[in-house]
């Protein structure tokens, strides 16, 4: 089986002791592909150097709404630099979006992701999204300046909202927390959802899975969310990964 992390912040620090290592084992499981967003300034130029040594592994370019605050003056410009010097391993503008549970101002957070929306559709790239306590709010952007697709990622919404992500062309990222069984309306909404809404991911090292509470979590872990989310719909892994494979290489345009 081939699979793809969707969502994987492979530059962070807790995988500089062994990146090479830890790609070498992930791909010895399957896991073929990788994609690593973007959340801040100081990221974009690294992110294309370390993808060009790392084979079948992409990155996004975007600003999180953690980092907004620390962002300069002229983020937007130095965004749009990086993604005209970008190459073709880089497959979306992201991880952008909301969170409510931050400090920053709302007013300032829908800016910033409007900046970001509107950029994507000049580029014709689909978006990365991190969506917390806020699913409604985005999904009213979402509904003024649809993108070329994209994923809400680590979703865990209800099976309303994951409908009408779907319906504005915008996949559900899956990730540990179907791992849980106290997850139960993210398991039931996950395994309810149509298969082509569907993407795996890790968001590594953060949302360790059930059993591997206080470790950093790593994308050699993917196959285990695989083998979580066929059991609750019911499938088979072998061809729940062909589905799943089909939908990520649409969603970021390598099919």
């Known amino acids: 089986m081939l699979l793809t992390d969707s969502h994987c912040h492979f530059d962070f620090a807790a ?34 150097l370390l993808c060009r040594s790392l084979p079948g592994v992409y990155y996004a370019l975007g600003l999180h709404p953690w980092f907004v605050a620390r962002a300069s003056s002229n983020w937007q410009r130095q965004l749009v630099q990086a993604l005209e010097q970008a190459d073709s391993r880089c497959v979306a503008l992201g991880e952008m979006g909301l969170d409510g549970a931050i400090e920053l101002p709302m007013a300032r957070q829908e800016e910033v992701l409007l900046v970001q929306l509107r950029l994507a559709r000049e580029r014709e790239l689909p978006v990365i999204l991190h969506s917390h306590k806020t699913h409604d709010l985005l999904l009213k952007w979402l509904r003024r300046h649809p993108p070329r697709g994209g994923v809400v990622h680590g979703f865990s919404g209800s099976l309303q909202q994951a409908q009408a992500f779907w319906q504005l062309g915008i996949h559900l990222g899956v990730g540990g927390t179907i791992t849980y069984p106290r997850a139960s309306k993210t398991r039931h909404t996950l395994a309810t959802m149509p298969v082509d809404a569907l993407v795996l991911e890790t968001d590594a090292p953060d949302m360790p899975l059930c059993g591997f509470q206080g470790r950093p979590n790593t994308p050699e872990r993917l196959p285990l969310v695989l083998a979580t989310l066929a059991e609750l719909r019911r499938q088979e892994q072998d061809i729940l990964a062909v589905q799943l494979e089909r939908n990520v290489s649409r969603l970021f345009g390598w099919s």
């Open 15 to 48: 995988f500089d002791d062994d990146r090479p290592g830890h790609w070498h084992r992930a791909r010895a499981l399957g896991v073929h592909r990788l994609v690593i967003p973007g959340v801040e300034e100081a990221q974009w130029p690294r992110l294309p």
